[in-house]
């Protein structure tokens, strides 16, 4: 999914700490709603961290921690780092 060698941390086009806005964070929880919610289903996941470039690769040094609500996941937190490194779900 990620690979955390050679980003180009500094480029425009990546999310800095002051560039997440009300419409990033939307975006992020849309498609971690959407195509990651089911995957931390079939893994039993009750609660973590995770590496925002599921939603795009200026999102990559973005984490979001995460929990279980009864049968659903909600968004704790948002967190800016820039050594975060995404895990692939798809196992």
Known sequence: MSDCQGMDKGKPGFASPQELGDEDKGLIQEVFY???VP???R???RNGVLSCDFAGPQFRA???QFR???ADFEIV???YD???CGID???
């Open 34 to 36: 959407r195509e990651i």
């Open 39 to 41: 995957k931390l289903v």
């Open 43 to 45: 893994l039993h996941a």
């Open 62 to 64: 973005w984490q979001i």
């Open 68 to 70: 279980s609500r009864g």
């Open 77 to 79: 937190d948002f967190e």
């Open 82 to 84: 820039e050594d975060g």
């Open 89 to 91: 779900l798809d196992l």
